[in-house]
């Protein structure tokens, strides 16, 4: 089993942490794992995405144009990378900073008010880790032990206090996500 994702918004999201975080899940549960980030010099505010392949085979190459699952996070990267889910695909959005919400009908979409929900949590930086519980709802494709295992190794020690957060942060997404119907 293959999946090729895209995870793309604005730097500062937590585009890339997203990521690492589903790569390192993925390389614990004992598959192929190529991780490919993309952004500009200006980072936080400028466009950003992340190709992240989870496989059971070697993976031969780390580019892909089209994607098995589609996370997008602002409407340049909705306009961008909606036609490159594969027909079939599911792509996750959240609608905040989309005005213009996903319009094909030949894929699954799920929307994940992620940012409201994080904002009525009280704490924004929750933001990428509801949007992740909604990818792990729509579409299971690691386990959250395995996250929660990922997102240790991804965080400083320092930051190993706000894991409980993040998982409550997970499971709020899980909770929330939503499938969409054209």
């Known amino acids: 089993m293959v999946n090729e ?3 793309a918004g604005f730097g500062g999201q937590g585009v890339l942490s997203m990521g690492k975080i589903l790569a390192y899940s993925a390389l614990m549960e004992g598959k192929e ?3 490919f980030p ?9 466009t950003s995405n992340v190709t992240v392949i989870l496989s059971d085979e070697m993976i031969s ?5 089209e994607f098995d699952i589609a996370i997008i996070l602002n409407q340049p ?3 961008k990378f909606e036609p490159t889910v594969k027909p079939g695909g599911i792509l996750l959005y959240d609608p905040e900073a989309i005005p ?5 009908t030949d894929i699954n979409i799920f929307k994940v008010e992620a940012m409201s929900k994080a904002s009525e949590m009280n704490n924004l930086r929750a933001f990428n880790m509801i949007v992740l519980g909604g990818l ?3 579409a299971p494709i690691v386990s959250l032990e395995h996250v929660m295992m990922g997102l240790k190794k991804t965080l400083p020690v320092r930051h190993h206090a706000t894991l409980p957060m993040n998982e409550e942060a997970i499971l709020k ?3 929330i996500v939503e499938k969409v119907s054209l």
């Not at 993309?38 to 400028?46: A, D, F, I, V």
Request: aromatic residues 6%.
């Open 100 to 104: 213009h919400p996903p319009k094909r």
């Open 5 to 7: 994702i895209i995870i």
């Open 38 to 46: 993309s952004y500009g010099p200006e980072q936080r505010g400028g």
């Open 173 to 175: 997404g899980m909770e």
């Open 33 to 35: 794992v190529s991780w």
């Open 77 to 79: 990267s909705l306009d």
């Open 136 to 138: 792990l709802k729509a």
């Open 61 to 65: 190459s780390p580019i892909v144009s």
